[in-house]
């Protein structure tokens, strides 16, 4: 490199620094961009308000049992989920549909279907009543679940819920589970001429008809519930 | 009258346009009336339109509104059609709900912000993005509260992926139901998303060793969470603020919202507010009484986030019919989890001769790929499809192999093969084969 190249790569080098470092080459770590603020144990304490479906880690404190829990279903939850939880309307059954989830139409429940108990209390607490989330003290959350465990009949009326005893109840659907992906279940060359016996070809299932579809041209339809 | 003179004329009054342009626009409005009303008493589809040959139109002897008229902008009034549409009958209320793209009216593999799909849980939430906050906590060295401007602040990536329900083609697990493509395929759209890559974030608070799985939490009034694992959050996920270019919309998580690409949509938490490190999965309410899929033993899968690669014909469609003979081109798209759209082949004959369509650049991972193959329709009917196979060599299904996996009680990943019949009158309805 001649003096006068060096020269100006030095000029250059020192204007760069003059304005700031280019930083494309540093290693991050944690802290190395330095924004925002640390959260404190009370602001997490705040917002921490999941608890694990499976081994209820994160219940709160508090206790609940099902005679209060009738009360505040009563007051919160009947007017969508019907009385004895089942289901006004289009909204949720909470209650029955036992064994039938190998039938043609099965009820999915949270008797017939939920897999964990501490996923109810879970569920309550963040998202319900609905048009009041996050409102629930924590007791009465406890007592709504142990009320609709036991409208299910998985728990007797002494039932007392808590952040012992939930993870301690074993739903009945809970072994029914596979929590990894088995797809994919299907597997097919794409054949490309003559894949099937075109006289095989025939339409089984039409929507033609079936007076289901809201209109999709024009203002939003108002087709009620069939 | 016509509509479109009357605009006119509301035009020039309401932006006083006359005042200055004086006697020679007003005369033009004069003879644009004046043919109007000449040609008022001829009825009949015969009449010519008074904006075609060798009429001028009246929008083309007046003048528009100027600049800022309408700021931020808007489409054309007689797109006002083109609109996102809900099943009224298949939830209880609109809080609760989903809405669907209107594919039959979009032309690339974009969706304008104002067309994307909603999804919410407990309704739309109006965030203030100046009191917002990203909490970053559990597992974690240094548990971090971000404000939007400390977000925006970390290095930012753009990507264009596309957001599907799972549920999407839900209603056609039994039978062809809805004689649409918006309500049996509408509940997918595609944007450009801009903002920090999640890996960026989680590197910044330090992840501890036992950390496996990561929750993340809305501030809608549902606090929707999901868990995912810490693998796929350091691969591709992002944490965004932009949607083709502009800041969120409010129906697709303003301020801030998750994108998991090729996952299924809900686990694209919108409002993002709250990441927890952890060791375990969470199993919340929305990934085990919802999104898994009961199979007809009675089992039922969870954990089933990966779209399988799907393709639809988008024209013809139930919405878009044909109109005579002749030549057309079908136009579709296509889409997969997998990462890219490899091919897509179209039959005319409910899949007994298949023909590989042409594939439009760009083809990004994870995004909407559009095809279009070239169709001579000689008007006798026709039974349409698609099928799709993606870079890892997955052959997208149709409805019959998948009820022999799956049953009909499964609600979710339905990414079968659409069959369009197509009548001599050029009319499509929605079918399935045997």
């Known amino acids: 490199m001649s003096s006068s190249v060096k020269h100006r790569a030095l000029l250059c080098a020192g204007m760069v620094i003059a304005a700031g470092t280019f930083a494309y080459a540093a290693e991050p770590g944690p802290g190395y961009y ?176 079936k007076n289901l579809t809201p209109r999709t041209t024009g203002p939003l339809d108002t087709m009620l519930a069939k | 009258m016509r509509p479109d003179l009357w605009r006119s004329i509301s035009l020039l009054s309401s932006t006083g346009a006359h005042t200055r342009l004086g006697r020679r626009s007003l005369l033009g409005l004069g003879a644009a009336l004046t043919g109007s009303l000449a040609l008022g008493p001829k009825q009949g589809n015969a009449e010519p339109s008074p904006a075609s040959p060798p009429a001028d139109a009246p929008w083309s002897q007046s003048i528009g509104p100027g600049v800022v008229d309408r700021p931020y902008g808007r489409p054309a009034d007689t797109e006002a059609g083109v609109i996102r549409r809900n099943v009224p009958w298949l939830t209880a209320g609109t809080e609760s709900s989903i809405s669907f793209s209107p594919l039959q009216d979009l032309h690339g593999i974009i969706t304008p912000n104002g067309l994307f799909f909603e999804r919410y849980h407990a309704g739309r939430p109006d965030v203030d993005p100046e009191q917002h906050k990203l909490m970053i906590h559990g597992l974690v060295e240094r548990p971090l509260l971000l404000s939007m401007k400390d977000i925006i602040r970390f290095p930012s990536v753009t990507r264009i992926h596309f957001i599907e329900c799972p549920a999407n083609g839900g209603m056609e697990w039994r039978a062809a139901q809805l004689n649409s493509l918006q309500f049996n395929h509408g509940m997918i759209s595609c944007a450009e998303w801009t903002g920090v890559r999640l890996s960026t974030l989680l590197e910044e608070v330090g992840i501890k060793k036992e950390a496996r799985w990561v929750m993340v939490e809305g501030a809608d009034g549902a606090h929707m969470n999901r868990s995912l694992p810490l693998d796929k959050c350091l691969d591709d996920c992002l944490v965004v603020y932009a949607q083709n270019g502009e800041a969120l919309r409010p129906e697709q998580g303003y301020p801030l919202r998750l994108v998991v690409p090729g996952w299924e949509g809900n686990v694209s938490i919108k409002w993002l507010r709250r990441i927890k490190l952890g060791d375990k999965p969470w199993h919340s309410r929305e990934e085990t009484s919802k999104y898994t899929d009961l199979m007809p033993d009675g089992t039922s899968r969870g954990f089933t986030w990966l779209i399988d690669a799907k393709s639809v014909i988008t024209f013809p469609c139930p919405e878009k019919p044909l109109h005579g003979p002749g030549l057309y081109e079908i136009r579709g798209l296509a889409w997969t989890g997998n990462g890219k759209v490899k091919r897509v082949d179209v039959s005319t004959d409910g899949g007994v001769n298949w023909q590989s369509a042409r594939l439009h650049e760009p083809v990004l991972s994870k995004a909407l790929t559009k095809f279009t193959i070239p169709w001579r329709w000689d008007g006798a009917p026709a039974l349409l499809e698609s099928r799709v196979i993606d870079e890892t060599g997955y052959v997208q299904p149709t409805i019959a192999q998948l009820r022999k996996q799956r049953g009909t009680n499964s609600v979710y990943h339905n990414n079968s093969i659409q069959t369009w019949q197509v009548k001599a009158d050029g009319s499509v309805f929605d079918v399935q084969l045997g």
């Open chain 1, 34 to 209: 330095g924004y925002g603020q640390r959260a404190t144990p009370e602001q997490i304490a705040g917002w921490d308000i999941d608890a694990r479906g499976e081994d209820g880690v994160g219940l709160p404190e508090g206790r609940g049992g099902v005679i209060r829990g009738s009360e505040v279903y009563a007051e919160q939850c009947a007017a969508c989920h019907g009385t004895f939880g089942e289901g006004e309307g289009r909204f949720p059954k909470l209650v029955g549909g036992a064994g039938s989830l190998r039938h043609d139409r099965p009820e999915l429940t949270v008797g017939s279907y939920w897999p964990f108990a501490p996923t109810l209390w879970d569920y309550i607490n963040r998202a319900m009543p609905m048009a009041a989330p996050h409102t629930l003290s924590a007791d009465d959350v406890y007592a709504l679940t142990a009320y609709i465990l036991n409208l299910n009949d998985i728990v007797p009326s002494e039932f007392v819920a808590d952040r012992e005893s939930l993870p301690k109840v074993k739903m009945p659907n809970r072994d029914n589970f596979l929590w990894t992906d088995p797809r994919p279940d299907t597997a097919a060359k794409p054949c490309m001429n003559a894949c099937v016996d075109p006289a095989s070809v025939k339409i089984v299932s039409t929507a033609e008809g």
